[in-house]
């Protein structure tokens, strides 16, 4: 059974710094490709950061040099560092992993990032 626990939100001043966190079990985390999406209120979920087995890196324009996105093998866990918060970073950001010959996506139950202004 796949799970992915996230963890990390929570409410920020403007301009302030957030880590998010997501632990993975039942994959074979280093084989996954993970990845951080969100979504705002009356908004579609959109993609934030992506890492590749191999630890390649993507970013929606709206975040490159303010957000990192990280995977430790060892721990089964992707990081989402997050810099400079504005209030158009307020959403529900959820983990996604996809995995396996067919690319089985998975995500998790979303943790709430509030950036007041």
């Known amino acids: 059974q796949v799970q992915l626990v996230e963890s990390g939100g929570g409410l920020v001043q403007a301009g302030g710094s957030l880590r998010l966190s997501c632990a993975a079990s039942?994959?074979?985390?280093?084989?996954?490709?993970m990845a951080w999406y969100r979504q705002a209120p009356g908004k579609q979920r959109e993609l934030v950061a992506s890492i590749t087995s191999g630890g390649s890196t993507n970013y929606a324009d709206s975040v490159k040099g303010r957000f990192t996105i990280s995977r430790d093998n060892a721990k089964n866990t992707v990081y989402l560092q997050m810099n400079s918060l504005n209030a158009e970073d307020t959403a529900v950001y959820y983990c996604?992993?996809?995995?396996?010959?067919?690319?089985?996506?998975?995500w998790g139950q979303g943790t709430q990032v509030t950036v007041s202004s």
């Open positions: 039942g994959i074979i985390f280093k084989l996954a490709a």
């Open positions: 996604n992993c996809k995995t396996g010959w067919f690319s089985t996506e998975y």
